[in-house]
């Protein structure tokens, strides 16, 4: 046995003490991170060491008599510590780049001081372009991870003093060489130069509005981060010269999320904003996810999104407007007349009734219109629902007041039976208009299927229906539109064991975070607990397709919700055929989000492996793979290359999936480690 003097001890014992509380230290740490982070799955002594993220402070401003204009900027890690700029002394480089901008007195806009011109390589013509301030500015080191920054460009000497300026910052931090990515911030400061306290902003949608969609709001490479920082260059006095389209945010932004409904490209022609290396951002296939009518989605009115500004949605002008409308010609009377922005308000006053001149009213989505009764369905009582019966339904269907409707007087009510509740294979859908209403209100609705004799498990009941109703519009005009029903269901044991709900792998409210209320099939489908109902795994196109149309498609909901979303990424056509004939093409969706964030969709980690080992395989015709199994399948709708298949294929076998050998929770190459930013 080794004998050690006592010095020798105490010091060996130091060490193993601060390798364990470095350790215990370093674990705490990555526990700031979550699963959507790559430094979450990263060392922890690397993250001990090396600390990822990145914060920014601007902690003062000030504009000289001689116009010099000056920021002190604080850099730190997400645990406050100072970062270097150079990065020789803590790890990772970073640079900042500085924009300056004021809001004219008696404007609501932003005028950038830094800016360049800009020379189309295309047409030849420039045009001024708010940005960065150009290389030349001065840092000064003040304190350990505080500089101050000297612009280059400087205000005119008769700058408004008293008026709102704002300073914005973007930097990055450079962690590749850690395998950490590289972390982004930005940052901006109001002030008034004169020193009177700030009054105007800027501020009619916030961050978190634009999040709920886009994930966390960022542009030009991820650097330029929050609606704060893009106000600052997206201004009127922005023009991209290789288009002739203004880059102000109100106009940009309305007219790419207009992007394929606007006039202009339903006419044929494109919107297109020409970027950084000639690079073509074509915006003309764009679909918003919601009704482009429903304002509200992104002006909120209430709660904790509502910015300071929101009700600036209220306040027509000729460039917010025209961005969506962008066939009219005010100047000229062309479809519209108004020669100055204040004649908008003096017949589009803020509110009014649906579907009048009012800015509320002219953008009323009549499926959501004040006029519709309303209708609501209940399942009150399932009796004989058990193996080889047919099942006995009593229901209610009533408008919003509570008044029974009769079966009869929907324009559609359907009652489907579906089991089991492990994968979907066995489907009624049957009509129930023609079922008499009790003096009760209630009706019972027998089924003329019955449940097969050999089933087991649990099945589930689900009603669908609406009621057409006629809206009067400001002219008198009669819009009849589907006032549909949210749809029900009820699940149930067939064979006495424990009723055993349907996984739940997605929620209804994350898809209505963007789609703000999913109601595809004529609003008749509205709910998640529907859909799977028919989109199987063995569902395809098939019996809508002509022979002329090819091979069926996939309509299994998970094979089909991944190709959808990732539709620009296809490599091959995505087209669905469905009712009546229609062609559903998917193939220039692009997911506002990043396509790796599944939890942006998912529920309760459902999208780890292994699935459920009652899973089906897919059927998938048009697919690589014309047989999938589930993780295949599903996993194919994102990672679409012949190579990906092949490597599905390798681990499949007649005894099924291998995948959670290495995208298993604990792998190396586990789901949630492969899709981490």
Same mark, same amino acid.
């Given at each position: 046995?080794?004998?050690?003097?006592?010095?020798?001890?105490?010091?060996?014992?130091?060490?193993?003490?601060?390798?364990?509380?470095?350790?215990?230290?370093?674990?705490?740490?990555?526990?700031?991170?979550?699963?959507?982070?790559?430094?979450?799955?990263? !060392?922890?002594?690397?993250?001990?060491?090396?600390?990822?993220?990145?914060?920014?402070?601007?902690?003062?401003?000030?504009?000289?008599?001689?116009?010099?204009?000056?920021?002190?900027?604080?850099?730190?890690?997400?645990?406050?510590?100072?970062?270097?700029?150079?990065?020789?002394?803590?790890?990772?480089?970073?640079?900042?780049?500085?924009?300056?901008?004021?809001?004219?007195?008696?404007?609501?806009?932003?005028?950038?001081?830094?800016?360049?011109?800009?020379?189309?390589?295309?047409?030849?013509?420039?045009?001024?372009?708010?940005?960065?301030?150009?290389?030349?500015?001065?840092?000064?080191?003040?304190?350990?991870?505080?500089?101050?920054?000297?612009?280059?460009?400087?205000?005119?000497?008769?700058?408004?003093?008293?008026?709102?300026?704002?300073?914005?910052?973007?930097?990055?931090?450079?962690?590749?060489?850690? !395998?950490?990515?590289?972390?982004?911030?930005?940052?901006?400061?109001?002030?008034? &130069?004169?020193?009177?306290?700030?009054?105007?902003?800027? !501020?009619?949608?916030?961050?978190?509005?634009?999040?709920?969609?886009?994930?966390?709001?960022?542009?030009?490479?991820?650097?330029?981060?929050?609606?704060?920082?893009?106000?600052?260059?997206?201004?009127?006095?922005?023009?991209?010269?290789?288009?002739?389209?203004?880059?102000?945010?109100?106009?940009?932004?309305?007219?790419?999320?207009?992007?394929?409904?606007?006039?202009?490209?339903?006419?044929?022609?494109?919107?297109?904003?020409?970027?950084?290396?000639?690079?073509?951002?074509?915006?003309?296939?764009?679909?918003?996810?919601?009704?482009?009518?429903?304002?509200?989605?992104?002006?909120?009115?209430?709660?904790?999104?509502?910015?300071?500004?929101?009700?600036?949605?209220?306040?027509?002008?000729?460039?917010?407007?025209?961005?969506?409308?962008?066939?009219?010609?005010?100047?000229?009377?062309?479809?519209?007349?108004?020669?100055?922005?204040?004649?908008?308000?003096?017949?589009?006053?803020?509110?009014?009734?649906?579907?009048?001149?009012?800015?509320?009213?002219?953008?009323?989505?009549?499926?959501?219109?004040?006029?519709? &009764?309303?209708?609501?369905?209940?399942?009150?009582?399932?009796?004989?629902?058990?193996?080889?019966?047919?099942?006995?339904?009593?229901?209610?269907?009533?408008?919003?007041?509570?008044?029974?409707?009769?079966?009869?007087?929907?324009?559609?009510?359907?009652?489907?039976?579906?089991?089991?509740?492990?994968?979907?294979?066995?489907?009624?859908?049957?009509?129930?208009?023609?079922?008499?209403?009790?003096?009760?209100?209630?009706?019972?609705?027998?089924?003329?299927?019955?449940?097969?004799?050999?089933?087991?498990?649990?099945?589930?009941?689900?009603?669908?229906?609406?009621?057409?109703?006629?809206?009067?519009?400001?002219?008198?005009?009669?819009?009849?539109?589907?006032?549909?029903?949210?749809?029900?269901?009820?699940?149930?044991?067939?064979?006495?064991?424990?009723?055993?709900?349907?996984?739940?792998?997605?929620?209804?409210?994350?898809?209505?975070?963007?789609?703000?209320?999913?109601?595809?099939?004529?609003?008749?489908?509205?709910?998640?607990?529907?859909?799977?109902?028919?989109?199987?795994?063995?569902?395809?196109?098939?019996?809508?397709?002509?022979?002329?149309?090819?091979?069926?498609?996939?309509?299994?909901?998970?094979?089909?919700?991944?190709?959808?979303?990732?539709?620009?990424?296809?490599?091959?056509?995505?087209?669905?055929?469905?009712?009546?004939?229609?062609?559903?093409?998917?193939?220039?969706?692009?997911?506002?989000?990043?396509?790796?964030?599944?939890?942006?969709?998912?529920?309760?980690?459902?999208?780890?492996?292994?699935?459920?080992?009652?899973?089906?395989?897919?059927?998938?015709?048009?697919?690589?793979?014309?047989?999938?199994?589930?993780?295949?399948?599903?996993?194919?709708?994102?990672?679409?290359?012949?190579?990906?298949?092949?490597?599905?294929?390798?681990?499949?076998?007649?005894?099924?999936?291998?995948?959670?050998?290495?995208?298993?929770?604990?792998?190396?190459?586990?789901?949630?480690?492969?899709?981490?930013?």
């Amino acid at each position: 046995m080794t004998r050690y003097s006592i010095r020798t001890r105490v010091i060996l014992f130091a060490v193993a003490l601060f390798a364990v509380l470095g350790g215990i230290q370093a674990a705490n740490r990555k526990k700031e991170f979550t699963a959507r982070d790559k430094a979450f799955f990263a !060392d922890a002594r690397t993250i001990s060491f090396v600390r990822p993220g990145l914060n920014l402070k601007i902690v003062a401003a000030e504009i000289l008599t001689d116009g010099t204009i000056r920021a002190r900027v604080q850099i730190s890690d997400p645990k406050g510590v100072p970062l270097e700029r150079e990065g020789i002394n803590t790890p990772g480089a970073v640079s900042m780049s500085f924009i300056a901008a004021y809001i004219p007195n008696g404007q609501t806009q932003y005028v950038s001081y830094t800016t360049l011109t800009q020379v189309s390589t295309i047409t030849g013509k420039s045009a001024i372009q708010a940005g960065a301030d150009a290389a030349g500015g001065v840092f000064t080191k003040t304190a350990e991870g505080e500089y101050l920054y000297t612009f280059r460009t400087k205000a005119p000497t008769t700058f408004e003093a008293d008026s709102t300026h704002t300073i914005g910052v973007y930097s990055s931090r450079v962690l590749t060489e850690f !395998d950490l990515g590289t972390n982004f911030a930005s940052a901006t400061f109001n002030f008034v &130069p004169s020193g009177g306290k700030v009054a105007v902003v800027r !501020d009619v949608i916030k961050d978190a509005t634009c999040s709920t969609c886009h994930g966390e709001i960022s542009a030009h490479g991820g650097a330029r981060r929050g609606i704060e920082m893009c106000v600052l260059c997206h201004t009127p006095q922005t023009t991209d010269p290789d288009t002739g389209n203004t880059v102000d945010l109100a106009v940009m932004a309305h007219k790419i999320h207009a992007g394929s409904s606007l006039p202009s490209v339903k006419a044929g022609g494109k919107y297109q904003i020409i970027g950084f290396g000639n690079s073509v951002n074509d915006y003309s296939k764009v679909g918003f996810p919601s009704d482009i009518r429903n304002c509200n989605v992104c002006h909120v009115q209430s709660g904790p999104n509502t910015a300071t500004q929101a009700t600036n949605m209220y306040q027509p002008s000729r460039a917010a407007c025209g961005s969506c409308h962008d066939d009219l010609d005010f100047a000229a009377g062309k479809g519209h007349f108004a020669a100055t922005d204040n004649q908008c308000s003096e017949c589009h006053r803020p509110d009014g009734k649906d579907f009048d001149l009012s800015i509320r009213g002219s953008h009323q989505i009549p499926e959501y219109s004040a006029q519709l &009764p309303g209708t609501k369905l209940a399942i009150l009582d399932i009796k004989d629902g058990i193996a080889g019966k047919k099942p006995i339904v009593t229901f209610a269907v009533k408008d919003a007041k509570g008044n029974p409707i009769k079966p009869s007087d929907m324009n559609s009510l359907a009652i489907i039976l579906a089991g089991d509740t492990k994968e979907y294979t066995t489907l009624f859908s049957e009509s129930a208009i023609a079922t008499p209403m009790a003096a009760s209100g209630e009706a019972t609705y027998t089924f003329t299927n019955a449940i097969p004799a050999t089933s087991k498990g649990s099945f589930t009941i689900s009603m669908t229906g609406y009621k057409n109703a006629n809206l009067t519009r400001r002219d008198d005009s009669v819009v009849t539109v589907r006032d549909a029903a949210i749809n029900v269901w009820k699940t149930f044991s067939i064979d006495n064991s424990p009723v055993a709900q349907r996984r739940k792998v997605v929620s209804i409210d994350k898809c209505n975070v963007c789609h703000f209320q999913l109601a595809p099939h004529g609003r008749n489908r509205n709910q998640i607990e529907t859909c799977v109902l028919c989109h199987t795994p063995s569902g395809t196109d098939v019996a809508r397709r002509t022979p002329a149309q090819g091979a069926s498609e996939s309509i299994h909901l998970g094979t089909m919700i991944h190709r959808i979303h990732a539709g620009k990424k296809q490599i091959r056509d995505y087209t669905i055929i469905g009712f009546g004939g229609s062609v559903n093409n998917f193939n220039s969706v692009g997911f506002p989000n990043e396509l790796n964030n599944c939890a942006a969709c998912h529920v309760n980690g459902s999208e780890a492996l292994p699935l459920p080992e009652t899973n089906l395989n897919v059927s998938d015709p048009r697919g690589w793979i014309p047989s999938a199994g589930p993780a295949a399948a599903v996993c194919s709708g994102c990672h679409v290359s012949k190579a990906a298949a092949s490597h599905f294929l390798l681990n499949s076998s007649q005894l099924g999936e291998g995948c959670a050998v290495c995208h298993g929770p604990n792998a190396d190459f586990a789901v949630s480690k492969v899709h981490a930013k």
